[in-house]
Nanobody
Framework: QVQLVESGGGLVQPGGSLRLSCAAS????????MSWYRQAPGKERELVTT????????NYADSVKGRFTGSRDNAKNTVYLQMNSLKPEDTAVYYC????????????WGQGTQVTVSS
């Protein structure tokens, strides 16, 4: 079965850093574009960034440009989100998404990991 498991969330002070990871299993990782989304209470889920199957990240949300960096390690079937200079407005549940780009259209979602930025 396909599983996406996010980890690395937690409580961090404003200005701090956190690295999220999403480990994928049960799929051919290189066939999927991987994305990070986040959703704060009462708000719509928003795209944070996407890594294509070749490993390049695109589509950084304006609110995180210059602070967040997505990366992809196909050998480990894992994507990461390095978050620096965190702000309280970054508080949200962060979700990993896998979108198949080879052989058909299908999406998978992780369960999410909570990131709370507070002093």
């Amino acid at each position: 079965q396909v599983q996406l498991v996010e980890s690395g969330g937690g409580l961090v002070q404003p200005g701090g850093s956190l690295r999220l990871s999403c480990a994928a299993s049960g799929l051919i990782f290189s066939h999927y574009a991987m994305s990070w989304y986040r959703q704060a209470p009462g708000k719509e889920r928003e795209l944070v960034t996407t890594s294509n199957s070749g490993g390049g990240n695109t589509n950084y949300a304006d609110s995180v440009k210059g602070r967040f960096t997505g990366s992809r390690d196909n050998a480990k079937n894992t994507v990461y989100l390095q978050m620096n200079s965190l702000k309280p407005e970054d508080t949200a549940v962060y979700y990993c998404n896998a979108k198949k780009v080879v052989g058909g259209r299908v999406d998978y979602w992780g369960q999410g990991t909570q990131v709370t930025v507070s002093s």
